[in-house]
């Protein structure tokens, strides 16, 4: 990791944790182990570092899934890792920082759910396409439909206020709707391949 990864790291956990607006510039330079100046020198000001960890934080959803499908692993692990990035990411936190960095600056109102970035949609397309022809997925949905529940499902649970009231740990209940989808959308022999059930405990 490099020492503005480092920095936009330490900064991204201190924003969800306090909000943007409530964390300062010596908070981050102490929790990253660099000096104040650095921050300054580095980024300028605030508004840039905020910028710069928004751009980071997409970077690394984007590479995640870049080397994901690069990678020598079956379908069927790739599947099962691109699920368990996206239930980690899956984070009420996250989401209430996203919807209060929009509010400050309306031209971010895209990134609420980065899982909808056309990049990361194409590669997920690709996935299923893989996963159809591997005799994992069924070919009687499209693809796009498939991902369109998926992603919907994904937006519905990290912007449904609603959700909070009735369950407290998103993750479960995540995983429990990606096993009823999966079950749905994969042959016997996904099924057999894919651990679906093992989806309600991520």
């Avoid at 692993?73 to 960095?101: G, M, P, T």
Wanted: overall charge positive; glycine content about 4%.
């Amino acid at each position: 990791m490099t020492r503005e990864e480092k920095i936009c790291s330490a900064a991204f956990s201190l924003y969800i944790k306090h909000g943007p607006q409530k964390v300062s510039m010596q908070e981050i330079a102490d929790t990253a182990g660099v000096s104040k100046k650095t921050l300054y020198n580095r980024f300028g000001n605030r508004e840039k570092l905020l910028d710069r960890t928004i751009e980071w934080h997409s970077r690394r959803i984007v590479g995640f899934f870049e080397n994901l499908m690069e990678s020598d692993v079956s379908i069927a692990e790739k599947l099962v890792k691109a699920i368990e990035f996206v239930s980690r990411e899956l984070d009420r936190e996250i989401e209430a920082l996203q919807q209060e960095l929009v509010r400050s600056n309306p031209y971010l109102k895209d990134i609420p759910v980065n899982f909808l970035h056309k990049k990361i949609r194409l590669m997920l397309e690709q996935l299923v396409e893989q996963a159809k022809n591997a005799g994992l997925c069924r070919t009687d949905y499209s693809t796009r439909m498939i991902i369109y529940i998926i992603l919907s499902m994904i937006k519905g649970l990290t912007s449904w206020k609603a959700v909070s009231d009735v369950y407290t740990d998103s993750k479960y209940l995540f995983g429990t709707t990606m096993k009823f989808i999966l079950d749905a959308f994969l042959t016997e022999k996904g099924k057999k391949v894919l651990p679906i059930d093992t989806f309600q405990t991520l």
